[in-house]
């Protein structure tokens, strides 16, 4: 009996040992299987049996089992590669997979990955890298809610988008000429329906006056001295003021005001007489849509009634007033009637490039008027082609809704060097200079320039004392493109300046739009973001890889290449992103295998050894035992 135990135990360690040399064998098989991980065996003896002697009960073995096969989760060394969408792990995290339409997840540490015909960023085996979407809107925020499948889907071309921000970081030379604010027009203010353009000079030229009161009037008298003034009018919106102010306080009906035939909704009744007016304002800015014009309240200043209400229609086009049911006069503020196209408006003058400046001669420049003197607005005017008219200019590229680019230059003039303080104009596409008034208003009396004051260290004056130096920033109206793109375009332009002892530059200028771009690269960087690249310059962030983490990564079965599934044995599952908590991601790189030739050889011997000794044991037993069956001869 003992010696048919001792075969026993023989054979059980000839089948421990050949399962040991299955391991090392497919460790070393794998060792160039990105990611891959080793295994290794633990041996474990089996039950023993009871012997009994002169010394008392003793336990003799019975042999060796295999207790478990265990994964080696060590780190695997990193390969440098070519490919923008290979990524590796630093840290015990895993990446996510899913089959096209199974929700199963898989989890691989191999990360070469790359994109199908239908834009899905896959592993060599067609299984979808999972992550989180950005939203496309933004595109610096993640979208909320569970990972999904990344995919590029905008192949082709990607669509134009306008320039709504324009930034300029400079700096501004402490040493630049003084060129003072000047005497130069660049701006009209309304022009009220009685006054005239009498005593008005432009570069010293006396404008004849006719005492037209219209706004076309007005435009044919400054034309007609064009040729020698080199200055242009033209009107940019048409109004109705009003002379008379709401003084009712009741309900007005749908269609009690009609406005260019269009019926205006109902107005409820206000509690005064401004509320009144305002109620009336609303209601026909709620049709304007319609009826091409809107409405604001007036406020006792450009020639308007406190509480009266002004029409303006952008297009230039009459403006038909008509009254039924309960309104009239007293409680709209408005007169009945048509204001004819082109009467009543603001007058732009517009100056070419060789002859800019609109020089008042020293004269009091102003609109005579038989209610009083309305002020043609007088400030600094810059002149491109006359660098004596500013210190410093730079230009940037935006684009407008159909992605056409166009030029803004920007023009820095030191207008006060004791306070360190400057004004700054624009022009488009090279035309004509215009000054960057503190608020983008066509209404605001008088035009208040932006101005650029710096203090004692060459920094932007801290205007809201809240100890932080914010950039200035202010809306620039675009021109009206004639492409059909989107108009009226709005820019914030920003001045991120300072001014020091150094040459004017431009550090930097920075715009958010762009042109129509084709697909020229996907790539996956530092963060694990997912980033496409088009040929117009923009980047868009697609999805960011999510990383799996387990509390007991043992618990993982293989589920053949390169990919594990996740058992009821690895407790619980952490899905987040990249970061101290999951591990980094290292792109243009791979994980090797952490497989170590040298050990797995060292165990080769000994497992070849560990067979040797045990299938001596075999024959031993056996020649005992024939020697014991010899007894019987």
């Known amino acids: 009996m003992g010696i048919q135990s001792a075969m026993y135990s023989g054979v059980s360690g000839l089948n421990t040992n050949s399962q040991a040399m299955s391991v090392i064998g497919n460790n070393l098989s794998n060792t160039n299987t990105l990611a891959f991980k080793g295994s290794r065996t633990i041996f474990s003896d089996l039950l023993s049996s009871s012997v009994f002697g002169s010394g008392g009960s003793s336990q003799v073995g019975r042999g060796v089992g295999l207790s478990i096969v265990d994964n080696i989760y060590s780190q695997g060394t990193f390969e440098t590669t070519s490919s923008d969408t290979d990524v590796a792990i630093e840290g015990d995290s895993f990446f996510v997979l899913r089959e096209a339409g199974n929700s199963t997840s898989y989890y691989t540490r191999a990360g070469a990955f790359r994109f199908n015909d239908d834009g899905y960023l896959v592993n060599p085996e067609g ?18 809610g569970d990972p999904t499948d990344i995919r590029v889907a905008n ?17 501004l030379d402490e040493k630049s000429v003084e060129y003072g604010y000047g005497d130069k027009v660049y701006l009209s203010e309304y022009a009220p329906s009685n ?38 009018a033209t009107q940019k919106w048409n109004y109705k003021v009003s002379d008379t102010a709401v003084g009712a306080t009741g309900a007005l009906a749908y269609g009690d005001i009609t406005i260019n035939d269009i019926p205006i909704a109902a107005s409820a009744a206000g509690a005064d007489a401004t509320e009144q007016a305002q109620n009336i304002v609303d209601a026909i800015n709620s049709m304007s849509t319609n009826t091409g014009v809107t409405a604001t309240l007036g ?29 009239n006069t007293a409680n709209t503020g408005l007169v009945a009637g048509t204001v004819a196209a082109g009467e009543n408006g603001i007058i732009i003058l517009h100056t070419d490039m060789t002859n800019s400046s609109i020089d008042l001669g020293g004269n009091v420049a102003s609109i005579g008027a038989t209610t009083g003197t309305q002020s043609i607005d007088i400030n600094t005017f810059i002149d491109p082609n006359d660098k004596d008219t500013y210190n ?7 684009f407008d ?22 004004n700054m104009g624009y022009t488009v596409d090279g035309d004509n200079t215009l000054p960057i008034a503190a608020v983008e208003d066509p209404y605001q009396t008088p035009r208040v320039p932006l101005e650029l004051s710096f203090d004692e260290n060459g920094k932007l004056l801290d205007t809201t004392g809240d100890g932080i130096v914010d950039p200035v920033t202010v809306p620039i109206t675009m021109p009206i493109w004639t ?3 989107d108009t009226p375009q709005t820019i914030d332009l920003s001045f991120d300046c300072t001014q020091h002892d150094s040459d004017s530059i431009v550090i930097g200028k920075d715009q958010d739009g762009y042109a129509a771009g084709e697909l020229t690269n996907v790539a996956i960087n530092s963060e694990g973001i997912v980033v496409a690249s088009y040929s117009n310059g923009s980047q868009v962030n697609i999805s960011q890889l999510v990383l799996a983490k387990f509390q007991n990564t043992s618990g993982l079965a293989l589920a053949g290449s390169n990919r594990y599934v996740a058992t009821d044995q690895v407790g619980s599952i952490r899905v987040g992103l990249p970061g101290a908590e999951l591990g980094k991601v290292f792109t243009n790189s791979l994980e090797q295998s952490n497989v170590d030739m040298g050990q797995e ?33």
Not at 208 to 216: D, E, N, Q, V
Not at 304 to 324: K, Q, R, W
């Open 155 to 171: 192949v082709g071309l990607i669509p134009a988008s306008q320039t709504t921000q324009l930034t300029f970081t400079s700096n």
């Open 401 to 422: 809704s159909l992605g056409e680019s166009h030029l803004v230059t920007v023009y820095w003039r030191l207008v006060d060097d004791t306070n360190n303080t400057w």
């Open 127 to 144: 299984m979808i890298v999972q992550g989180k979407q950005f939203d496309p809107v933004s595109n610096d925020e993640l979208l909320p």
């Open 601 to 633: 050889f060292v165990k080769m011997i000994t497992s070849q050894r560990g067979f040797q000794a045990n299938s001596k044991i075999i024959t031993t037993v056996d020649e005992m035992l024939s020697e014991l069956i010899n007894l019987k001869r």
């Open 392 to 398: 410093y200019s730079a230009s940037s590229e935006i």
């Open 299 to 327: 406020d006792g200043t450009n020639g308007t009634v406190t509480n009266a209400i002004i029409l303006s229609n952008t297009t230039g086009e009459e403006i038909s007033v008509a009254f039924s049911g309960s309104a």
């Open 195 to 232: 006054a005239t353009l009498a005593g008005l000079i432009i570069n010293g030229t006396t404008i004849a006056s006719s005492g037209a009161t219209t706004t076309a009037g007005k435009i044919a008298e400054i034309n007609a001295l064009s040729g020698t003034t080199g200055v242009t």
């Open 483 to 485: 492409n059909g793109s």
